[in-house]
């Protein structure tokens, strides 16, 4: 079923995608309940290739919402990307171990996604970046472990896998900039059970499996203060790639001012 998705997805893109107009305010639509917004920063002419920044909504949050999020959409727009919004079905996300498990085959959801964007705009193919917020991070973890190997990094922001989580990954690993609050009540930094049906996932359990993928060696090797955010880094890495863990002292929320704190990080590992 998922694989029929996939292609059902992919094939309704291709044929119709290019021609239909779309933007912040009008959805990129790619079939039945899969759709996602853009927004381009002022000033770009359209042909310049551009990288795409990814920004995978929260629980009960839509695609909508977050094109409408100002403040964010600036904050990509500084960073030099196109802003895409993706669209849940029913307001989230259907993550592995999660409660909306089944609902939809996010993997094929994401491909699908850049192959109608990448016939839409001439994006960048080294500056493709996935983040998002809370159940949409878990989607980012799930994309860097399992997903379209496309992604250039990513950055997951107050959310992880569910449990059980997975052992081993199945893509070469990518950067990774994980944000967390250790106050965080709603997807604790331990995890937590939900309505004792579903376990949320533990983040250093998580991180100790990404090192495993990355192949890293040791412990990690520094720390960093950037604003607010207090960011560990794994630099005896054997697969070369950034993975970095920055954690700040409050609850579950995001702020577009953090992809500012982290920006020279993005520019070297994308290597602009």
């Not at 996604?113 to 193919?125: E, G, H, K, N, W």
Request: glycine content about 10%; overall charge neutral; proline content about 7%.
């Amino acid at each position: 079923m998922f694989r029929l998705f996939a292609i059902f997805f992919l094939l309704t893109s291709l044929n119709s995608g290019s021609a239909q107009a779309c933007g912040p305010d009008t959805p990129c639509r790619l079939g039945p309940e899969a759709e996602y917004r853009v927004s381009p920063p002022a000033g770009w002419d359209g042909k310049k290739p551009i990288g795409a920044f990814l920004f995978f909504h929260g629980h009960r949050s839509s695609a909508a919402e977050m094109a409408a999020y100002k403040e964010l959409a600036e904050a990509v727009h500084a960073l030099g990307f196109l802003f895409v919004a993706p669209q849940g079905v029913q307001e989230s996300w259907s993550t592995p171990g999660s409660p909306g498990e089944g609902r939809r085959d996010e993997l094929g959801y994401t491909k699908a996604l850049l192959d109608d964007l990448t016939a839409r705009y001439p994006i960048d193919p080294a500056r493709i970046v996935a983040s998002g917020f809370s159940q949409g991070a878990s989607v980012v973890w799930e994309i860097a472990c399992r997903g379209d190997a496309r992604f250039s990094a990513f950055l997951p922001v107050a959310g992880v896998w569910w449990q059980p989580m997975p052992k081993t990954c199945t893509v070469s690993p990518k950067p990774l900039l994980h944000i967390h609050g250790t106050a965080d009540t709603v997807m604790p930094m331990n995890g937590r059970n939900l309505r004792d049906r579903w376990k949320q996932g533990d983040v250093r359990e998580a991180f100790a499996t990404m090192r495993l993928a990355h192949a890293c060696l040791g412990e990690p090797t520094r720390q960093q203060r950037r604003g607010p955010l207090t960011c560990t880094f794994n630099d005896t890495c054997g697969s070369g790639k950034s993975l970095v863990l920055c954690l700040h002292g409050g609850d579950h929320h995001t702020n577009p001012a953090w992809f500012m704190e982290i920006k020279d990080w993005l520019e070297r590992v994308l290597a602009y």
